[in-house]
T-cell receptor, first 116, second 115 residues
Framework: EAQVTQNPRYLITVTGKKLTVTCSQNMNHEYMSWYRQDPGLGLRQIYYSMNVEVTDKGDVPEGYKVSRKEKRNFPLILESPSPNQTSLYFC???????????????FGPGTRLTVL | DQQVKQNSPSLSVQEGRISILNCDYTNSMFDYFLWYKKYPAEGPTFLISISSIKDKNEDGRFTVFLNKSAKHLSLHIVPSQPGDSAVYFCAASGPRGSTLGRLYFGRGTQLTVWP
């Protein structure tokens, strides 16, 4: 089954404790992206990756890091989490970055992160 | 500054009636527009899209209209069903390979369809 998986689905942590949210896709997609969803703010892109070893900042990259060492994985790293990073995080993947025909972007189920 | 705007955070419609969700964009370089649907505790899923060379695209109960001169698109759901209750995100992208060649999302509209 074609899918994007994220782990963990739920996480409660404390300020300053480094954490990693994993994302994996099995569709051989080149493009992967991380978003956060906050009430009233919709989906905001954190980082994206056009291909292996190619990453770039989205709209809200501060406080986050990513890496793309393999095509299928795109982990999101919070080196020193803070309460303002409490949010719902989504990983997504597609063949290309743009939204053109047949290039549907698939989303993972989300990770709800709470930073105390 | 938001390039894709959904100015109505919520919409409530009776079952069987038409739901109209609106979206405005600011960048005339956007050439592809999409709607995503999101249920609670799930990731967004693709619903329908339209290229800038068209002004209408229909898929069953869902139709998207694009007015390029007004930089406005809308999603019509007819007839609305309770299962359509979800958050709907409008998204846009620009020419592939350009700085706009990725998805830009609006803030979403919560649609509630009541019996």
């Amino acid at each position: 089954e074609a899918q994007v998986t994220q782990n963990p689905r739920y996480l409660i942590t404390v300020t300053g404790k480094k954490l990693t949210v994993t994302c994996s896709q099995n569709m051989n997609h080149e493009y992967m992206s991380w978003y956060r969803q906050d009430p009233g703010l919709g989906l905001r892109q954190i980082y994206y990756s056009m291909n292996v070893e190619v990453t770039d900042k989205g709209d809200v990259p501060e406080g986050y890091k990513v890496s793309r060492k393999e095509k299928r994985n795109f982990p999101l790293i919070l080196e020193s989490p803070s309460p303002n990073q409490t949010s719902l995080y989504f990983c997504a993947s597609s063949f290309r970055a743009d939204g053109s025909l047949t290039n549907e972007q698939f989303f993972g189920p989300g990770t709800r992160l709470t930073v105390l | 500054d938001q390039q894709v705007k959904q100015n109505s955070p919520s919409l409530s419609v009776q079952e069987g009636r038409i739901s109209i969700l609106n979206c405005d964009y600011t960048n005339s370089m956007f050439d592809y527009f999409l709607w995503y649907k999101k249920y609670p505790a799930e990731g967004p899923t693709f619903l329908i899209s339209i290229s800038s060379i068209k002004d209408k695209n229909e898929d069953g109960r869902f139709t998207v209209f694009l007015n390029k001169s007004a930089k406005h698109l809308s999603l019509h759901i007819v007839p609305s069903q309770p299962g359509d209750s979800a958050v709907y995100f409008c998204a846009a992208s620009g020419p592939r390979g350009s700085t706009l060649g990725r998805l830009y999302f609006g803030r979403g509209t919560q649609l509630t369809v009541w019996p």
